[in-house]
């Protein structure tokens, strides 16, 4: 099959076109390059090109023969959204609509969405199932809320089947260090800590100590970015045309932000310093998926998400040379 992957340069796009070619499945990465990365398309053709522009998208679909779609462009900075809010939905949902009509114009019917437990917002239970209530807190959550309708819509309208995953928190990187996570700014709790241990910054501020949780500090549920680029091999595999399904993508087990420092000291065996902050504004205590419905829907479960195997890989990653 081949698969256009937009966003196909970044961080968890790239390591899907990883597991694409490993299926035997070619993937297009294409790319803006503004928050990705040239030196991580290794698996397939690249096309630098905007979502935005839907001729160019419809170009490539048509150039490369594309049986589907996997869209991971997008942007995903939460105070960012914030901050600024128009760029969010032009860039999110006007991102999706353009990919979405140069699909219907080339007569591709398939599609994998990357979106987010952020749609949750502070969720009504825990563990989160897929039919939670749906109530975002910032512009983020809400673009990636609208994108799942626009899905739905188009679903019906014109045929296109679709699943959307909802991710929790993608962490690490490739093990076979050929890719993994390069942000600028660096936003994620793991590689923030691995900073603090090998020297790159003095102290890891941790955002509150005094949540309703075991030891006052939130907890996540993180998962391997390998584990999510399966389930999206997974989801390609069984995406139906004229149907739109989603999924929630975790491990089912969270860990609090000092589990993380602690394991991170473990694993470096360096002393990691900690400050303690103000809690972030909106931060729920604790954001936990229930995985059933995957396991059941896609055959699909995590396999390299333990915690000491998230901070071995990650910390391999961040000891290499800077890639760019």
């Not at 928050?35 to 419809?58: E, M, Q, S, Y």
């Not at 809400?142 to 739905?152: D, Y």
């Not at 005094?210 to 391997?224: E, L, W």
């Not at 400050?275 to 909106?282: D, S």
Request: include cysteine; charge should be negative.
């Amino acid at each position: 099959m081949k698969v256009l992957v937009t966003g196909g340069a970044g961080y968890i796009g790239s390591h899907a076109c990883k597991q694409l070619a490993a299926r035997g499945h070619e993937p297009i990465a294409f790319d803006n390059l503004r928050t990705g990365h040239r030196w991580a398309v290794k698996w397939g053709p690249f096309v630098h090109g905007d979502i935005l522009n839907a001729t160019d998208v419809r170009v490539t679909l048509e150039e490369y023969s594309i049986d589907a779609v996997m869209h991971f462009a997008a942007l995903a900075y939460v105070c960012e959204s914030v901050r600024h809010p128009g760029l969010y939905y032009r860039s999110n949902v006007g991102g999706l609509v353009s990919v979405l009509d140069a699909m219907v114009g080339a007569k591709v019917d398939r599609l994998i969405f990357s979106s987010t437990c952020a749609t949750y917002g502070i969720p009504s239970e825990m563990p989160i199932r897929e039919i939670t209530h749906q109530s975002p807190i910032n512009p983020y959550g809400h673009s990636k809320l609208m994108c799942e309708q626009v899905l739905a819509d188009y679903s019906k309208a014109y045929g296109i089947g679709s699943i959307a995953l909802r991710y929790f928190i993608a962490a690490v990187a490739d093990p076979d260090r050929e890719i993994g996570e390069s942000h600028d700014p660096e936003t994620h709790l793991i590689p923030l800590v691995l900073e603090a241990a090998s020297g790159k910054r003095d102290t890891i501020t941790v955002m509150g100590d005094d949540y309703p949780t075991p030891d006052g500090t939130c907890i996540r549920d993180y998962i391997h970015v390998n584990d999510l680029a399966i389930a999206h091999i997974a989801a390609l595999e069984r995406v139906k045309p004229k149907h739109f399904d989603f999924f929630n993508l975790g491990t089912g087990t969270g860990f609090s932000v000092l589990e993380i420092i602690e394991a991170a000291r473990s694993v470096t065996g360096e002393s990691i310093d900690v400050e303690i902050g103000a809690r972030r504004p909106g931060d729920p205590p604790k954001l936990v998926a229930d995985p059933t419905k995957a396991l059941e829907g896609l055959s699909w479960s995590s396999k390299h998400s333990q915690l000491e195997t998230l901070i071995e890989t990650a910390w391999r990653w961040h000891m290499q040379p800077t890639k760019d």
